[in-house]
């Protein structure tokens, strides 16, 4: 399986636990027992990474939203987010500006005709900052 690959299936991962109080062990479980929802250890480790650091990753999300609240955004948009700010600041081995174009990718196909250009936007800004040095 490609990193795309990963990071999509991460992403739903991501997604589907936004709509459920599941622990991550739960949701893995359910996915695993679906036979076309193939796993790697790469894609858990995305996933249970994000919610390990959810506070982290909201933190930093919400101080470059303008004019919004972390509440009011799309759950499709924050997945993503939360995803790249994960690997923005944990996945030392993928450059910042792939990340990003990655998931401005996934957007292009998950999100709303606005999302990619915001998203990337809010990412863009997250990673002039510094913030995740």
């Known amino acids: 399986m490609t990193r795309k690959q990963e990071r999509e299936k991460a992403f739903c991962l991501i997604f589907e636990k936004s709509f ?12 695993e027992s679906i036979n076309e929802f193939e796993l790697t250890e790469h894609t ?3 996933f249970t990474g994000v919610f390990e650091n959810i506070e982290f990753i909201d933190g930093v ?3 470059y939203l303008k004019n919004w609240t972390i509440n009011r955004i799309s759950k499709t948009d924050l997945s993503l987010m939360r995803l790249a700010v ?4 944990f996945c030392d081995d ?3 500006n792939v990340t990003i174009n ?5 957007a292009k196909s998950y999100c709303g005709e606005k999302g990619p250009s915001y998203i990337n936007g809010v990412l863009g800004s997250i990673s002039r900052s510094g913030d995740l040095a």
Not at 20 to 31: H, M, R, T, V, Y
Not at 86 to 89: A, F, G, I, P, S
């Open 44 to 46: 858990k480790m995305l």
């Open 86 to 89: 994960y690997e923005m600041k």
């Open 102 to 106: 990655e998931i401005v990718e996934l």
């Open 61 to 63: 999300i919400s101080k």
């Open 94 to 96: 993928i450059p910042e």
């Open 20 to 31: 459920k109080d599941d622990s991550c062990e739960e949701i893995l479980e359910l996915a």
